[in-house]
C-alpha cells in the first residue's frame, strides 16, 4: 500500500491550502486516516484524525481553522488548511489504516511521504 501526499507549498499568513492523501491501486481502501505535522524545533503532533464513519478529532492549535474530511470513492483523505498561520510551518504527513477492499481485512498502518508546508508572514 503507498499513500501519495500532496498539496503542500508556500502561502501567506491567512491564506489557505489543501492537502490529499491517496491510497494508490483499487486494491486498498482507507479506515482511519490521519495527518501529522512535524515543525521546526517541535516534536511531531497530531493535526487531525478522522475515523471510517467520519468522526474527527483535531488538535487544540488548528481546531476550527483545519477540516479533514475524506472522499471513499476515491481512496482519499483531505486536510483543509484555513486561515495558516506562521507556526503552521512544518512537514505534514499522512498516516492511514489500509484495508483490503471487498473484504474489510486489515493489512496494516501506513505513512506517506510528507509535504512540506510553509506559511510566510
Known amino acids: 500500500v503507498q499513500l501519495q501526499a500532496s498539496g503542500g507549498g508556500l502561502v501567506q499568513a491567512g491564506g489557505s491550502l489543501r492537502l490529499s492523501c491517496a491510497a494508490s491501486g483499487s486494491t486498498f481502501g482507507i479506515n482511519g486516516g490521519r495527518w501529522y505535522r512535524r515543525s521546526p524545533g517541535k516534536q511531531r503532533e497530531l493535526v487531525a484524525s478522522i475515523t471510517s464513519d467520519g468522526s474527527t478529532i483535531y488538535g487544540d492549535s488548528v481546531k476550527d481553522r483545519f477540516t479533514i474530511s475524506r472522499d471513499n470513492a476515491r481512496n482519499t483523505v483531505y486536510l483543509q488548511m484555513n486561515s495558516l498561520k506562521s507556526e503552521d510551518t512544518g512537514v505534514y504527513y499522512c498516516?492511514?489504516?489500509?484495508?483490503?477492499?471487498?473484504?474489510?481485512?486489515?493489512?496494516?498502518?501506513?505513512w506517506g511521504q510528507g509535504t512540506q508546508v510553509t506559511v510566510s508572514s
Open positions: 498516516n492511514a489504516d489500509a484495508y483490503i477492499m471487498g473484504t474489510g481485512v486489515r493489512v496494516g498502518d501506513y
